[in-house]
């Protein structure tokens, strides 16, 4: 098996342990999609619905800040409470120390811990905005305007927003392994709010379409600035780095 | 022979502080090393030195012969860290087979039971790491270190908080490896009844550098602060205490009712004392040599080394 893909299976298989955890993690994230998803029904798609012409463009505008801000919650909530928790606890611990010491390369253990971390919050938000969408389309759409959908909305929630997170995932990482964790941790927890916001007011004052290309260009293209970090900070990926940060 | 851990003028400094001193000491085939020294002394920085955790700001550290940095060297060697970097949520069993397959161990599965079995932990392989004793863990971690049978043992204080009956286990577990799987075992402890107990050769290193180090027994004799004790049946005559005290290889040291006590410079051996007595008319009941403990060789080289 893969070096990775082993860090990987060992760190997914004790956080899927932590129930406790997930059920509050699963709970909080729930709560904030539902409470979300909600408001933006009621106050804005079901009265549009019942209009005699409903404005299509405004309609797919607010179901992709819904699929958006689904996929971002159920990613950045378990970022935010896992990669902290759980790089400190190992750095505490010495499980980072004694992967070090073995023939496992430092790249390797980076990216295996920084997917653990990803793929629970990855299936979490993908879950979120696929039920959304669906749920959305099935009560509101479907019975009277057909199934609305397009491209950009699926790129963008399922594309680009899983990619967005993924580099946070790797950068968080990298931050925390080879300083501290806490630090890391303050990215994520200031970036993904701020990030939400800014993209949700954009399209809310029509600067960016969320239901269009330039609105996945947007994220592919923050995905690529974060990806830049990464490879600015890589070269200071050392064994001494991290073993004198803990 | 080559020796199997190499370590040759190493420094570090770490922030301003110059934690290791250009060391130097080998460890041979089959040794089971004790590397001595208070809180502070450099013992984990060169512990993470020797393993590739940390980088020599000059000098070499070679183990088997290679260098420390390649993937086939690390194979070779198996470890046992403070803090022991167990796994909680998982099975004893579960921590050894993450391990087994790192090293990509053929049938692992056989190869986990044999590495429980060494270390008594049979039982409990199914039961999570959490929930083990301080004592259990140093074993499962013991046992995660022999897992992919490598030629050498890096163990950091492995009895450390741990309570007397389960660091004779410990030390049991060791003597055993050593003496049946024969490895190279290198150990640092604060331990000095330990490292007595089960160390052939050791190293003290103090203040980043190496005050001592060589073979236990050679060290003992070496060191030359055992006593001589003679028994002589009478009280001595003041004059012959006072000739005693003009031999200064003697190293006498006092005199209580019937018996002698010196401390003799190097080379100086019981049948000299018993000899000058003797030629006195001094009647000798007993005669013994009580060889330096390692705790006094210990303080001895503390003390010396402590800035006048």
């Given at each position: 098996m893969n070096d990775t893909a082993l860090i990987l299976k060992t760190g997914l298989r004790h956080l899927l342990r932590m129930r406790i955890t997930l059920i509050i993690l699963i709970s909080v994230s729930l709560m904030c999609v539902a409470g979300l998803t909600m408001a933006i029904i009621f106050l804005q798609i079901a009265p549009l619905v019942r209009t005699d012409t409903p404005d299509l463009q405004t309609l797919e505008l607010y179901l992709s800040l819904i699929v958006f801000t689904s996929c971002l919650i159920g990613a950045g909530v378990n970022l935010n409470s896992f990669a902290f928790q759980n790089l400190t606890r190992e750095k505490s611990r010495g499980n980072i120390e004694a992967l070090l010491a073995t023939p496992l390369t430092i790249r390797a253990i980076w990216a295996g811990k920084s997917l653990a971390i990803f793929i629970p919050g990855l299936v979490l938000g993908e879950v979120f905005a696929l039920i959304t969408l669906l749920a959305i389309n099935f009560i509101y759409f479907i019975p009277t305007l057909g199934f609305l959908i397009n491209p950009w909305i699926i790129l963008s929630g399922f594309a680009a927003v899983p990619l967005i997170y993924l580099c946070l995932s790797l950068l968080v990482y990298l931050i925390g392994l080879t300083g501290n964790p806490a630090t890391g941790n303050i990215i994520a927890q200031i970036f993904l709010p701020f990030y939400a916001s800014l993209m949700i007011n954009l399209a809310a004052h029509n600067i960016?379409?969320?239901?269009s290309w330039s609105f996945t260009l947007a994220n592919f293209g923050t995905a690529t600035i974060i990806t830049l970090f990464i490879f600015l900070l890589q070269p200071g990926l050392k064994r001494e780095k991290v073993i004198l940060s803990t | 022979m080559n020796p199997v851990i190499k370590i040759e003028n190493v420094r570090k400094i770490l922030g301003k502080r110059e934690v290791l001193k250009e060391i130097s000491f080998a460890i041979e085939k089959g040794d089971i090393f004790g590397y001595l020294g208070p809180n502070g002394a450099g013992k984990t920085t060169t512990i993470r030195i020797i393993l590739g955790l940390l980088t020599a700001d000059s000098g070499r550290v070679t183990v088997l012969g290679e260098d420390i940095n390649s993937r086939e060297t690390r194979r070779k060697i198996g470890f046992a860290l403070f803090p022991d970097g167990l796994y909680d949520n998982m099975t004893g069993e579960e921590n050894l087979m993450f391990y087994a397959r790192i090293y990509r161990v053929p049938a692992p599965s056989k190869r986990i039971d044999e590495s429980l079995q060494v270390v008594g932990l049979q039982d409990r392989a199914a039961d999570r790491a959490g929930t083990y004793s301080k004592g259990m863990r140093q074993r499962l971690a013991l046992a995660r270190a022999l897992v992919h049978q490598p030629e050498v043992l890096i163990l950091d204080e492995p009895t450390a908080g741990i309570d007397p009956s389960g660091q004779i286990e410990i030390r049991q577990i060791l003597l055993d490896i050593a003496s049946r799987e024969k490895k190279t075992i290198f150990l640092s402890s604060h331990n000095l009844d330990e490292v007595q107990r089960i160390c052939n050769r050791i190293g003290l290193i103090d203040r980043g550098e190496i005050k001592l180090y060589g073979d236990l027994e050679e060290l003992r004799q070496k060191m030359g602060s055992g006593k001589i004790l003679i028994k002589t049946g009478s009280n001595l005559p003041v004059s012959l205490l006072e000739e005693l005290k003009t031999?200064?290889?003697?190293?006498?040291a006092e005199a209580a009712e019937d018996r002698l006590i010196f401390s003799p410079?190097?080379?100086?051996?019981v049948s000299d004392l018993v000899s000058f007595l003797t030629a006195r008319g001094i009647r000798i009941e007993g005669a013994t040599r009580q060889e330096a403990s390692l705790e006094e060789i210990y303080s001895t080289i503390l003390k010396e080394a402590e800035p006048k």
């Open positions: 960016l379409d969320a239901g | 031999v200064p290889v003697f190293g006498f410079r190097p080379g100086v051996e």
